[in-house]
């Protein structure tokens, strides 16, 4: 068992949240009680995984996709309301880390998806560094990447072929919704760059920069974080820790 404010010190120093500038709080973004056992971790706080977490029995719920982001509307109402509602009627705490969580170098999305998919990582690139870049050994076909994708991730990527005869050796990553990062990836002499979204400008740069282009899922490529933490965090205090995931297609 650990007391909230020791958790939240520890994450927060851990993923150095104070270097990031982000689009919603990271850290503790809903207060419940004070001492916490049992840790749900989730890719996102929807009603969904925060009624698992209740079922299980949770202390709190840390995940990637909090609350409070910027640009929304301030009011509690509708869905805002119940899903805070459902957190403050067990006192769960709700701890959200959204750019920490991807830009870690051990436990972040990107360390974690890489090394899943047996990529050496050699620089990273963009704001925060986020973007990864590596090296697939050996070199591989675009069709390879495409199942071993599938295979590390659950679900069958989209894929914008590049030149036909390109085969993929150094390869660039980001999770999550980076689609507009494909040209960085390009600069960067990358074979092929893989993200979690795709928009519809990435058809047409894969065609004329040769480059493959590889959509594997927002959320798929998002569930690495938080279970790493989930995993530290039983090593480090004792936690009990249980991942829910909620599938999404997106």
Request: with cysteine; net charge negative.
């Amino acid at each position: 068992m650990v007391s909230r404010e020791a958790l939240v010190s520890h994450l927060n120093d851990l993923l150095e949240v104070e270097t990031f500038k982000d689009y919603c709080p990271n850290g503790l973004q809903v207060e419940g009680r004070s001492e916490i056992q049992r840790l749900a971790c989730a890719v996102t706080a929807s009603l969904a995984v925060i009624e698992a977490a209740v079922a299980w029995g949770a202390d709190a719920l840390l995940v990637h996709h909090g609350y409070f982001w910027k640009g929304e509307a301030a009011p509690l109402v509708g869905l805002k309301q119940r899903r805070i509602r459902a957190l403050l009627a067990v006192e769960m705490n709700l701890l959200a880390y959204h750019l920490p969580l991807d830009a870690h170098p051990e436990l972040g999305n990107n360390a974690r998806w890489g090394a899943a998919m047996g990529w050496r990582p050699s620089e990273r690139f963009g704001e925060y560094r986020l973007g990864w870049l590596g090296w697939c050994e050996p070199a591989i076909t675009p069709e390879a990447l495409q199942h071993a994708l599938q295979r590390v991730l659950g679900r069958e990527p989209l894929w914008l072929p590049g030149d036909e005869h390109r085969r993929i050796e150094k390869v660039a990553w980001c999770s999550g919704g980076a689609d507009g990062w494909f040209q960085a990836a390009v600069d960067a002499g990358a074979d092929a760059f893989v993200t979690g979204e795709v928009s519809e400008p990435c058809y047409h740069l894969a065609r004329e920069s040769g480059v493959h282009f590889f959509a594997a899922g927002h959320h798929a490529t998002e569930r690495f974080g938080v279970q790493a933490l989930g995993e530290h965090l039983q090593a480090r205090f004792g936690l009990e820790w249980r991942f829910i995931d909620q599938p999404n297609p997106v």
